[in-house]
């Protein structure tokens, strides 16, 4: 899912037909290469709303590519461990997007990811309060409809609130499997 990941693939089967021309092994592989946990992962749908785990996507630039490789309308989850990162590009992309139902912001990180929005035009989105995954997941349910996604992306790093990446997916993922 997205293009980014297309992009991954075309530069492994370049690497891995200088090494030896497969043309089998490649298709092989691309046909039933599923996807690492964490990484724009599919976790379950729900009541028409299908969850997402990105929590690998720690950084702004991965959070961007998340928003244009779901081709759904999105509820997006952002926010993390403030390491005071620029915003701009984020928010820029995030204002001209035109599939972004709402964002729900976490962590230490959302009051000046919200300021960053509101320079650039942005205004729907949801500061949260929420200190644990299950109320991070039931809010973002509040804000989608059906046919949406909802996407956790934070863009940060997990240490605020989680051991790290993988704890905060797994919590994401036990949280949309108890809906």
Known sequence: ????????ACAAATVFWQITQLPDAIRKVLATFTGLPHRLEPVREVGGVRYYND????????????IDAIPDYKV??????ERM??????????????????L??????????????QRAG?????????RTMPQVIAEARGLAQKGD?????PGFASFDMFKNFEDRGLQFK??????
């Open 1 to 8: 899912m997205g293009q980014h990941n297309w992009q991954n």
């Open 55 to 66: 929590s690998f996507g720690s950084d702004p630039f991965a959070t961007i590519a998340a």
């Open 76 to 81: 997006m989850i952002i926010g993390g461990y």
């Open 85 to 102: 990162i620029p915003l701009e590009a984020l928010a820029g992309h995030i204002a001209s997007s035109k599939d972004i139902r709402s």
């Open 104 to 117: 729900l912001l976490i962590g230490q990180s959302a009051r000046r990811v919200a300021e960053a929005l």
């Open 122 to 130: 942005y205004q729907n989105f949801t500061l949260s309060n929420a």
């Open 149 to 153: 996604a909802v996407v956790l992306s």
């Open 174 to 179: 036990e949280a949309v499997h108890r809906l």
